[in-house]
């Protein structure tokens, strides 16, 4: 045997070069990249035909995608490699600037550039009077652009560029509407988490460089066995934490239901059916890492579980369309996070479930989309109900996705969730009661709080807004056809795609994440299925049976635990004692030590009595003695320092 | 008694970049005496430029021809053109050259950003006449010709005392320039005065490093101090403080926490480019000193350094973050953030061997080129009172000007470190030789504080697009043709670090030796 | 107790006095000229040591450029002449600091070279010092040429004012 093979469990990971039309596969990032550049620097001479350009632009990476797609089918071991060039060469420094193109990143590239196709077709029409319109496509071309980086990249600090790339078109189409603060807080707010992510990130990429030498997939998955588990834990958990701060996840999820803040649901729908993406991604891509120790499994599977209960808990407590989506997004994403700690056979489950969420989360945004640009962007579901008669292909499809998204069979979601469930009740061990409990628990709250949400919105008495409350009059109207098409299309993908996944998909993705496992869940199989359907019709009927008549129009005084649900759980407040407030007061402390010197410090209020006329003399914040004096005492603690050390040493 | 004194050998090409610096600015001084007032200007700017331009192609000849261990010291051994050297002596006059055209342009405001004369009361009638109408003082290129030799010898000197006398030869010049500014004069000479004071203390701690140094080596040429560290009899904590000392003499060239103190007063109050300069130039200078006195004088044969420094460099990094958060004047969040880019620097020198060398050589370079073109932007954004630095009045500017707001936006992201600028790959190669170099702890605190900065940044990237401009937002100055050259010079090279910095590295990483 | 010694401890005494009446004047011009004072009895203490070099250089650098250009920015920036009171500090921290770094560095001295013997630097040191200075010190000699010129020029810019029209 030439190759030694290191780690027992898995094979070697080889890629072959790439060849033919699949070398040409930079173009899927180059296509869109050129069109923000584009779009971005043309100026106001492109605002015409500019959001077009940004359509065919996806559209074309779309097709392209599609046709690699092909030629990969018929290769032998369906991954292959393109080193475009040498990024930094130097020393025991080696990146590439390199791509790869595998089943895992396949099915995001069409992921990808298929959903936000349609989000860009949609969004021609819902953004058609906006002023900003070519600047709002150029940065959504960007985005693309890096998406398809971060899934296409060969090693992890090409992942890292797309990474921030996303984070850095997320952060702009968030604060895109500028006049409103709510907007920049939020965009700030995301910055902040994501960049604790993005930090956990970095030093995973650091640590694999220090402990491997490489940053390359090839080499990280084929070394990884010859770690420690210590080292692997503290690789994976870095890498978690930047999949937490990306995809929203317990405990750095609240920036994402304020990313709603956003202009559109369109803007809104990067962050729930492809950006928060990455952090799944992430884990799946690195399932050598993560399946090598069990310790950090159970980590990622507490955080998923963690997370989905916090999302539907919050989800039933709040009344703002967009939040409500947001909420059940965290929630979802915490099922796919399960999947993918879960291990083995769940990968795949996971990245079947974040496909079908791609398609029935982008179904009901782009559907509250709709609601909202007939009915003057109103947003709160308590001012809705009755729709249904207005807008009959909003409500259709938006149903569909209702359904799906509660797993009700036929319907994607039934055939994604469902193994999830069953996956959890497999894990060996008591664990897997806990969790399968907490995945079977998360299926019947979503099935109420979703339910709620479809009941106030589109049935019910109407309790519009009028304009003898001194408010607007509501004129509901169906959507033009730009944008109930994409909605027609995301409802039949909606129903179908759950379907058609559930086998085909797993074996297309075994090269990356290894053969399906027989699941033995501590309860039967049928059982268990028979379990979460009955939970999910009685948690549709409870909201129905509640929520059929409408419902008040201003909050309700409510017990301890829904005041808790409304207020995010409290987990707003968690962050600010925490992190925000010691924050704040270890800046002031520096600040003032800064500003006045050691001196300052010694003298303290002496010197803010007695400066006198002194102070009135000085332009700036500091006295040059009191500059020397901080420099003297520096000067004696370097010394001391440098004197300790050393005696330390010899001692 | 012997009548004859034995002149040391001398390798003119080796000294000629210096001597042509040198040679130039006294042909400055003769300038300002012989040329008439209206063509001093243009005279003294084609001189000095030529002059860095002259200098530039006699290091890239020497590089050319090839350093080797024979033929790098010169002059009795008071200096080592070695491979690092002249990596830096041409980094410096390439961000030198690039300075020089701020300092040079005089289109933004009548007569420039200097005062034209600085004898004048601040405040008198004298003074708002000459601030209106007088063209600024010729006699800062012969002192940025005095600064930027003494720089080149600074980075190659091999003795302790060429580098004292180099140090102050670099210095005495920068403490002249920032008291120069054209307009808030008073905020300009106190800035000068408390550079020149802080300076001198920081020099005193030098000198007497040197003699601690002295005391316990009985040298001061870094060969022998090397040699003699293990074989020496004195106390060894004589070693220790004065190795201590010299340190605390050349951290305050670098701004490192603590004896960063000067640096937010002295990069506000002296002249935009000046600043500049001192941003890129004294920093790569400094760290040059600082690399070759820790690397070949006292290199870590016996005993270590490196857990003190990295504390400071915690620190460094640290502090310059937090602080930079709560700035509200944009130069003071730039000598800031300038002193967090020490750290990492720091963090990159502690890497240590040719990695970590090699590091702070393309980080001098990439922060370089985009602080330069930062305060190239900041010399456009002005009202009736000179520039608007004040963080408030920046508000909307992406509404008004998108272009510049763009390209200093562009220029904020890469001091944040995000790919495909300069930033990413400087702090990269910084980190990953300190993750080489076993100082895994250095890049944790690296990358906590590189999140933190990059909140100032977002600020005003904030600030600039999403309010809306006010009556009092300034309006962008159309550049003059030097400002725009050195501006888009620093953008472009900004951004070609980050695409594909391979050539720079490469460079660096031949670059990465001393000759002991 | 030779003459030397005598000369030594004279010097001495001179430089430490300049050295307090320089922080504890009450006129800032008058404590740039004790600062004067002061540094010429360290380069009185630098030749009657025998090391000419150093003497030259301090005298060169310190006397020549640096406490002068001082006193340019002192009196361009119309310092008051005359009694600045808020020129005062508290007089305990200061003593406090004062002696702790003097003593300490006395403390180290002495122990580091307390009990080292140099041999007494022969005659003829003009000759010694031309030759050190054109061999082995003949780059920074150079270039504390520079530094003068540098500070002349400074000096210049600073103090320079031409008659308005």
Not at chain 1, 375 to 386: A, C, E, K, L
Not at chain 2, 222 to 239: C, G, M, R, V, Y
Not at chain 2, 297 to 311: A, E, I, K, M, Q
Not at chain 3, 132 to 140: C, G, K, R
Request: proline share 4%.
């Amino acid at each position: 045997m030439v190759a030694t093979l290191i780690n027992e469990q898995a094979e070697a990971v080889v890629y072959a070069p790439a060849t033919g039309l699949l070398s040409y596969m930079w173009l899927l990032i180059a296509i869109p990249a050129v069109s923000a550049l584009i779009l971005l620097l043309a100026g106001k001479a492109a605002n015409r035909w500019g959001h077009w350009l940004g359509v065919a632009s996806v559209l074309a990476s779309f097709v392209l995608g599609l046709t690699l797609f092909f030629q990969l089918r018929n290769l032998e071991n369906r991954s292959v490699v393109e080193n475009l060039y040498s990024f930094i060469p130097v020393g025991n420094l080696r990146v590439d600037f390199g791509l790869l193109f595998d089943p895992l990143a396949a099915c995001f590239v069409l992921l990808i550039t298929g959903v936000g196709f349609l989000i860009h077709l949609y969004a021609t029409g819902y953004m058609a009077h906006d002023e900003g319109r070519r600047r709002f496509f150029g940065y959504f071309n960007l985005f693309i652009a890096a998406m398809l980086l971060l899934v296409l990249g060969n090693n992890y600090v090409m992942l890292y560029f797309g990474w921030e790339g996303v984070g850095l078109a997320s952060y702009l189409l968030i604060s895109f509407w500028y006049g409103r603060p709510a907007a920049a807080t939020a965009g700030k707010k995301a910055f902040l988490m994501n960049r604790v992510g993005d930090a956990g990130l970095v030093l995973g990429i650091f640590l694999m460089f220090a402990w491997l030498g490489s940053t390359n997939y090839e080499v990280v998955f084929n070394n990884i066995g010859t770690l420690g588990s210590t080292t692997v834990l503290l690789i994976g958990l870095a890498l978690l934490a930047g999949a937490c701060g990306k995809s929203g996840q317990f405990p750095l999820q609240a920036w994402l239901p304020d990313a709603m803040e956003g202009p559109t649901p369109v803007s809104a729908l990067i962050h729930a059916a492809t950006m928060v993406t990455a952090g799944v991604y992430l884990i799946a891509r690195s399932n050598p890492i993560f399946s090598e120790n069990t310790t950090l499994q159970t980590v990622v599977v507490s955080v998923g579980a963690i997370t989905l209960l916090l999302g539907c808990i919050i989800g039933t407590a709040k009344d703002d369309i967009k939040r409500v989506l947001a909420w059940s997004t965290v929630s979802q994403i915490g099922y796919m996070f399960l999947g993918v700690g879960l291990g083995g056979g769940a990968y795949a489950l996971a990245i079947i479930h974040l496909l079908a969420h791609g398609f029935f989360k982008a179904n009901m945004f782009l559907g509250a989309g709709s609601v909202m640009h007939g009915m003057n962007d109103q947003v709160d579901i308590r001012r809705f109900g009755g729709l249904y008669k207005y807008m009959r292909i909003t409500w259709l499809t938006f149903m569909m996705g209702w359904l799906a998204i509660i797993g009700i069979p036929p319907l994607s979601g039934f055939f994604t969730k469902e193994p999830i469930i069953v996956a959890a009740f497999s894990r060996p061990g008591w664990t897997g009661w806990l969790f399968g409990l907490a995945a079977l628990l998360g299926a019947g709250l979503t099935a109420f709080y979703m339910t709620r949400l479809f009941i106030l919105t589109f049935h019910g008495p109407k309790r519009w807004t009028t304009a003898k409350e001194g408010l607007v009059d509501q004129h509901p109207h169906e959507s033009p056809a730009v944008m109930t098409i994409p909605l027609i299309l995301l409802a039949l993908g909606s129903i179908v795609a759950g379907g058609l996944m559930v086998t085909s998909v797993p074996q297309w993705l075994e090269p990356v994440l290894g053969p399906e496992t027989a699941e033995h869940p501590k309860i039967a199989h049928g059982a268990l299925t028979a379990l979460s359907l009955v939970l999910t019709v009685a948690g549709a009927g409870l909201a129905y049976a509640l929520f059929r008549k409408g419902t008040a129009l201003t909050p309700q005084p409510a017990g301890v635990l829904v005041t808790a649900a409304r207020n995010n759980l409290y987990t707003d407040a968690f962050n600010e004692a925490v992190f925000e407030k010691p924050g704040n007061w270890l800046t002031r402390l520096l600040v003032f030590v800064d500003n006045k010197g050691v001196d300052g410090l010694v003298n303290g209020l002496a010197a803010a009595v007695g400066g006198g006329s002194g102070r009135l003399r000085r332009l700036q914040t500091g006295f040059v003695r009191s500059y020397a004096l901080s420099m003297l005492v520096g000067g004696v603690l370097v010394l001391g320092a440098f004197l300790a050390v050393q005696l330390g040493w010899m001692g | 008694m012997g009548d004859t004194i034995s002149f040391p050998h001398l390798d003119y090409a080796a000294l000629w970049p210096m001597l042509i610096l040198f040679g130039a600015a006294c042909v400055g001084v003769l300038v300002e005496a012989f040329v008439p007032k209206a063509w001093r200007n243009t005279v003294q700017l084609v001189l000095s430029l030529l002059a860095m331009g002259a200098a530039l192609v006699m290091v890239i000849k020497r590089a050319a021809a090839g350093v080797t261990a024979a033929n790098a010291h010169t002059a009795s051994d008071a200096i080592s053109i070695d491979k690092a050297g002249l990596f830096l002596q041409g980094a410096l006059l390439v961000l030198g050259i690039v300075s020089l055209l701020l300092i040079g342009e005089r289109t933004l405001e009548t007569g420039g950003p200097f005062v034209a004369q600085a004898a004048i009361t601040v405040g008198s009638e004298a003074d708002r006449r000459q601030a209106a109408r007088e063209s600024g003082a010729t006699e800062v290129y012969p002192l940025a010709l005095f600064a930027l030799a003494g720089m080149l010898l600074f980075v190659t000197a091999n003795d302790l005392l060429v580098m004292f006398v180099a140090l102050e030869v670099f210095s005495l010049p920068l403490y002249l320039l920032c008291a120069l500014a054209r307009r808030k004069r008073l905020l300009s000479q106190e800035a000068a005065v408390k550079y020149f004071l802080l300076g001198a203390f920081a020099s005193a701690f030098f000198l007497f490093g040197v003699a601690m140094v002295y005391g316990f080596a009985n040298a001061v040429d870094f060969n022998s101090i090397h040699a003699n560290i293990s074989t020496s009899d004195k106390p060894f904590a004589l070693l220790l403080i004065g190795l201590a000392m010299l340190a605390i003499g050349l951290l305050f060239k670098v701004a490192a926490v603590p004896f960063h103190v000067w640096t937010p007063d002295v990069y506000q109050g002296a002249p935009t480019p000046v600043t500049a300069f001192m941003a890129a130039c004294t920093k790569a200078a400094a760290f040059g000193g600082l690399a070759r006195v820790l690397y070949v004088g006292f290199d870590r044969s016996n005993w270590n350094f490196t857990p003190v420094l990295g504390v400071i460099a915690v620190l460094t990094m640290l502090v310059g973050a937090v602080l930079a958060v709560t700035q509200t004047d944009l130069k003071r969040l730039l000598a800031y953030s300038s002193v967090a880019n020490a750290g990492y620097l720091l963090v990159g020198v502690l890497g240590g061997g040719a990695a970590g060398l090699s590091s702070m050589l393309f980080y001098l370079v990439a922060y370089g080129f985009a602080i330069i073109a930062a305060f190239a932007l900041l010399t456009l954004v002005r009202d009736a009172d000179g520039e608007a630095t004040h963080l408030s009045r920046w508000a909307g500017l992406g509404r008004r000007s998108p272009f510049f707001a763009s390209v200093f936006t562009f220029l904020l992201l890469a001091f944040a470190g995000l790919p495909l600028t300069s930033g990413f790959t400087a702090k990269f190669a910084v980190f990953g030789a300190a993750i080489g170099g076993g100082q895994t702890w250095l890049v944790l605190f690296g990358v906590l504080s590189s999140i933190i900065l990059a909140f100032p940044y977002l600020r005003v990237i904030v600030m600039m697009w999403l309010s809306e401009p006010g009556d009092t937002t300034p309006s962008v100055s159309i550049p003059g043709a030097l400002t725009s050259a050195a501006l888009m010079v620093g953008v472009l090279v900004t951004l070609l670090l980050g695409v594909a910095p391979s050539s720079l590295l490469d460079l660096a990483n031949n670059a990465a030796s001393f000759v002991r | 107790m030779t003459l030397l010694d005598v000369a030594l401890a004279v010097a001495g005494l001179l430089a430490v006095a300049g050295g307090v009446a320089v922080v504890s004047t009450k006129q800032l011009v008058r404590a740039g000229l004790w600062l004067v004072v002061a540094l010429g009895a360290v380069a009185v203490e630098f030749l009657l040591l025998g090391a000419e070099f150093a003497a030259w250089v301090q005298v060169l650098i310190y006397v020549g450029a640096v406490v002068v250009l001082l006193l340019f920015a002192v009196m361009l920036t119309r310092a008051p002449i005359g009694p600045s009171p808020d020129l005062d500090r508290p007089l305990l921290p200061a003593l406090l600091v004062g002696a702790a770094a003097g003593l300490g560095l006395a403390g180290l001295f002495a122990a580091a070279f307390g009990r080292l013997t140099v041999p007494a630097p022969g005659a003829g040191t003009a000759q010694k010092l031309g030759t050190a200075i054109f061999d082995d010190w003949v780059l920074p000699f150079e270039v504390l040429s520079v530094l003068l010129l540098a500070a002349l020029v400074g000096a210049i810019v600073l103090s320079r004012r031409e008659s308005t029209r």
